[in-house]
Structures are given as structure tokens and as C-alpha cells.
């Protein structure tokens, strides 16, 4: 693993020490600093930061005014996935080890580790509830044995929270309980229909924690083994359903959490159900006009969607197009390594298949090494929108690196999005 090193600027501060919080990463060499922001329900405010020594180890002082709350510790770029979350309640230090195949191991707070007790215990119970309805799950004294202790546990764990900042967190997860006995489809019917009933979605605490964004990222994607789109937009509508009585700057970043896991999973017809029915209502009743953009282009630029028409150059549309079965638009600048790159193999690949036709739009700040280029591609149709990252197509077509590709069919319709010439040359060969 790489070594990761965060470049920031960061101004000194002057602490007064009162607790500290501290770690140790392993292995060590894989490490380098240690990032502490404070959490809130609006992202993270930068705190401080720890250089780890020869044994991967840090600690940093907090001072007297330090507010007790959720923080994070950042231990690698990118920070939004290389993060965990840590209580601080103001009157303890915190101390924990580290690594990416264990997680984090909290050795010092009565916080943390009576979360982490908590979550341990209650995937034992979990464990046996599976293991219950996997060998049949008839016995109904069973049954009851095991939701006793399923109930029974998370009482305990709610007494022993009581007055800690964890409090709100054991009582948010707390499970679904039947009363009698219920066959696992009604069980899980259910637990699906019971997932949110004890999360406050309007919970500060709560929102400035991974809680919220965990556990609807696990039931969406973790409640079924092979859900299928009809599943998923169960599973969606049932989120919408918990959080529509929240305020809709909460509801926004949540679905588009899910929105935003759908797209890098390429699946155009459940990322475009978030947006026509929650989430492009909510960006425009909010004003967000950038997520509102982002929306629109990628519901316009999906596959199954008819390209959005431009002038290519003076007097030639893109629907204009006609007699080939295939359009390869290309967009992409003379300014960039990985065009001049890939350009030429695109060139050498459709040498060798028939009816395509490739058009090559330049996205640049001038024309002058642009027409140098374009002299290599004559059998290409080119077109050039200066403005380059400032062009209304970067937009239009949800653009955010050269080159990009899509393969059109005759009418246009968008059929592929690869990723790269090597995505691009894998279609082609498996159409052929």
C-alpha cells in the first residue's frame, strides 16, 4: 500500500490540553497522519492533526473548549471513505487501535467501547436468529427463547447508556421484537417494515454520526441476497417513507447517498426512480440548482435515453446523422494525455468494423492545436465548443473527464457509456 499523505495548509493552533485522543495504525508503515474533525449534521470542521511514529502511533490534545459530540478520524485520501467515527463526551480520553482488516478496536472510553459491546452482542443474537430460520425455524419455544434474549440484551445495553452521549445510538438501533411467533416471510416483512421505527431522522447527534447513512445504505443494499429492481424500489420507497416527515435538507443528502450508489453501480433505471420520484422535487423545492443540473444530465445521458441533440459544427446536428448503425461520440481536448492517447486506437479500431461512424467533439479554450490534431482523424466527424470545462455540453452530457464515450445506435439512443478505449473496443468485439 501506497503511503498517504494529506497536503493541506493548516494554520497552528494553541491548545490547552485537557483529554486526549489517541491511536495506533497498523501495519505502521502504511500510515502517516492521523486528520480529527469534529462532526455535524452539515459535514466536518478540521481540528487538528497527528504525524504517526515508527509504531504507528499518534495522540492529540483536545482542548478545554472541545464540545462533546461525534468526531472523525481521517487516516487516508479520499477522506469520505478512509474515516470512522469516535464519541467524545468531554470527560475521557479516547484510545483505540487500528487496521483495515480488524477496524477499529477502542481500548480507552466508556463511550465507544459500550457501543462497540453493544454491536458485538447484538450480532451474536442476530447470528442465531439466522441460524434459527436457516435449519427450518418451526420451534416456536426456540423462537421465543431467542427473541428473549434478543429483547433482554438490548434493555441491558439501554440501562447501561443511560445519561451517555451512545444512548441515542442503542436506542436508534433497536430491533424489530415480535410478540409471537411469525415464519421467516412474515419476519422478514416485518423487520423491513420496523428498520427506521426507532431512528430520529431529525436527531442532530444522530445526523452528525455514520448511523443514518449506514443503516440505510445496509438495508437498501444488504436486506435481500439477490435483489432485483423491483426489490430495490421497495427497499427505497421504504426509506422515503421513514425520512418524509424529516426536513428536506436531511432528506436530500440521503437519497442522493442512494442515488449516488446506483450510478457507480450503472444502474441507470434505479438511480433515474430516485430522482423522478424524491429527489429532482426536493433539489428544485430546496433550490439546490447543482444536484437539480446533475440530475437532469444524468437522466438525459442514461442508456435507454435518446442523446440530447447539439450542433456538432455550422449546419449539422447530431440527430442529422443518418446511415450508419452505430455513432461513437467522443468528447474530448487536444490538452489531454490520455485523448492523444486513446484517439489513435479508436482510429485503428474502426478501421475494422463497418458502419460507424465516430464524431470527435473537442471541448477547448482555442482552436490552434485542436486543428493540428483533428488532421490525424479525417475520417471523423469533429466539432470544437471552446469554453472547454465552461461549455454548456460539459453540462448537457454530465462530462467530468476527457476523453468520455457513448455509443449511440442509428436513432440515436444511448447504448453504452464505456468507461474507457478499453471499454469501448470490449463492446464493440462482444456486438460483433
Known amino acids: ?59 492529540l490534545s483536545l482542548d478545554e473548549t472541545a464540545k462533546a459530540g461525534i468526531y472523525k478520524i481521517v487516516y487516508a485520501i479520499p477522506p469520505e471513505e478512509n ?109 423491513k417494515a420496523n428498520f427506521f421505527k426507532n431512528v430520529d431522522f431529525n436527531d442532530s447527534f444522530l445526523q452528525s454520526s455514520s448511523l443514518i447513512t449506514d443503516r440505510i445504505s445496509g438495508f437498501v443494499f444488504g436486506m435481500s441476497a439477490n435483489p432485483d429492481n423491483k426489490t430495490y424500489m421497495s427497499h427505497v420507497d421504504i426509506v422515503a417513507d421513514a425520512i418524509k416527515d424529516s426536513d428536506a ?72 446523422l443518418k446511415g450508419d448503425n452505430f455513432y461513437v461520440l467522443i468528447f474530448w481536448s487536444s490538452g489531454c494525455g490520455h485523448c492523444l492517447n486513446e484517439l489513435p486506437k479508436v482510429k485503428t479500431l474502426f478501421d475494422n468494423i463497418s458502419g460507424t461512424k465516430v464524431i470527435a467533439y473537442g471541448l477547448e479554450n482555442d482552436s490552434v492545436n485542436w486543428s493540428e490534431e483533428i488532421k490525424k482523424y479525417p475520417d471523423f466527424i469533429h466539432g470544437i465548443g471552446l469554453g472547454k470545462w465552461e461549455n454548456p455540453l460539459v453540462q448537457t452530457f454530465a462530462i467530468a473527464a476527457t476523453p468520455t464515450y457513448f455509443v449511440l445506435d442509428a436513432n440515436k439512443k444511448i447504448i453504452a457509456k464505456p468507461y474507457d478505449f478499453e471499454g469501448l473496443e470490449a463492446f464493440f468485439n462482444s456486438s460483433n
Open 1 to 59: 500500500m501506497k503511503k498517504l499523505i494529506f497536503a493541506f495548509i493548516l494554520l497552528p493552533t494553541l491548545l490547552i490540553a485537557q483529554h486526549k485522543i489517541s491511536g495506533t495504525f497498523s501495519p505502521a508503515e502504511d500510515y502517516t497522519y492521523a486528520f480529527l474533525y469534529e462532526a455535524t449534521p452539515d459535514g466536518a470542521n478540521y481540528v487538528n492533526r497527528a504525524q504517526l511514529d515508527s509504531l504507528g502511533n499518534f495522540s
Open 83 to 191: 474515516n470512522f467515527d469516535l464519541v467524545y463526551n468531554g470527560k475521557e480520553d479516547v484510545n483505540f487501535t487500528f487496521s483495515l482488516d480488524k477496524g477499529v478496536d477502542f481500548t480507552e472510553s466508556s463511550e465507544n467501547k459500550l457501543w462497540d459491546s453493544y454491536l458485538n452482542s447484538m450480532d451474536v443474537v442476530n447470528q442465531t436468529i439466522s441460524n434459527f430460520y436457516t435449519k427450518g425455524g418451526t420451534d416456536k419455544t426456540a423462537f421465543a427463547s431467542i427473541f428473549k434474549t434478543l429483547k433482554e440484551t438490548q434493555q441491558s445495553y439501554e440501562d447501561l447508556a443511560k445519561g451517555k452521549l451512545v444512548e441515542a445510538f442503542i436506542k436508534a438501533n433497536k430491533p424489530y421484537i415480535p410478540e409471537a411467533y411469525e415464519d421467516l416471510p412474515t419476519y422478514s416483512k416485518s423487520l
Open 249 to 320: 435538507k436531511v432528506q436530500s443528502p440521503l437519497l442522493e447517498l442512494l442515488w449516488q450508489e446506483f450510478k457507480r453501480r450503472e444502474n441507470h433505471d434505479m438511480a433515474n426512480y430516485i430522482s423522478d420520484k424524491y429527489l429532482l422535487a426536493i433539489a428544485k423545492s430546496t433550490e439546490n440548482k447543482i444536484l437539480e443540473q446533475q440530475l437532469t444530465s444524468y437522466k438525459n445521458t442514461s442508456i435507454g435515453a435518446i442523446a440530447p441533440d447539439f450542433e456538432i459544427k455550422p449546419n449539422l446536428k447530431l440527430s442529422e
